[in-house]
């Protein structure tokens, strides 16, 4: 017979061992008296990272799909550029496996110009991320804190990308790291200005919404807009 020290991290049927959570667990077989034991240890996919491009294909030729030898990343539908990146198309995906936190982090060539959605689905088809994204230096991150063991990313359509990271993301804050407010900010009274407010933060998942408050309602207010 076979049983396992924490059904939480690993499972066994006759041998067959499931990881089911980050940490370690003892695997027993047991044959009358007798038994065995191993430990076995389930950690993260981190601290990888994946090239999905080949610069030995021709131009706009098909990838192959594939999976990395680890099993931690796999694709399908990327197609060279002759370049050391790759591009995408409505059909192209990227699934990351993943156990607790984790740090995705995209890097390429992005052109929000063309207005191409990201979505990030997990395994029970939840969206993690949906939107038009754009980075000057080239790399988008996203945190990951949820329950699920695989991740599944795809675009709307043509997208550049290079390679994808996946770091542990234990103990990672999802902070804001600053906001700045720019308009006109002298004005006479009775008048209306427009304020903006832009905030920084190191993932694009983030939720990035601002609230507008006046120390003085007696000289200024401001409505949830910044108006």
Do not use: H, M, R
């Amino acid at each position: 017979t076979w049983t396992t020290s924490e059904e939480n991290i690993a499972t066994v049927v006759n041998g067959d061992v499931t990881a089911v959570g980050v940490g370690e667990a003892t695997i027993t077989a047991t044959a009358g008296e007798v038994n065995a034991t191993c430990a076995v240890t389930v950690v993260a996919y981190a601290n990888g990272t994946y090239t999905l491009s080949n610069p030995t294909i021709s131009k706009d030729t098909a990838l192959p799909d594939g999976t990395s030898s680890d099993g931690a990343v796999s694709w399908s539908g990327l197609y060279s550029n002759g370049n050391d990146y790759a591009y995408t198309s409505s059909s192209s995906k990227v699934t990351v496996q993943v156990a607790g936190p984790s740090i995705i982090t995209l890097t390429g060539c992005y052109n929000g110009t063309n207005e191409k959605t990201l979505t990030v689905t997990d395994s029970s088809s939840n969206t993690v991320i949906s939107g038009v994204y754009t980075s000057s230096e080239q790399i988008l991150s996203f945190l990951y804190s949820g329950d699920a063991t695989t991740l599944t990313i795809a675009w709307s359509g043509y997208a550049y990308i290079t390679a994808i990271k996946v770091d542990d993301g234990t103990g990672v804050s999802d902070e804001i790291t600053d906001v700045t407010i720019s308009g006109t900010t002298t004005c006479t009274v009775g008048a209306t200005i427009n304020l903006s407010a832009t905030v920084s933060c190191s993932y694009i998942n983030t939720d990035t919404s601002v609230t507008w408050s006046s120390s003085d309602e007696t000289i200024a207010t401001v409505d949830d807009n910044g108006v």
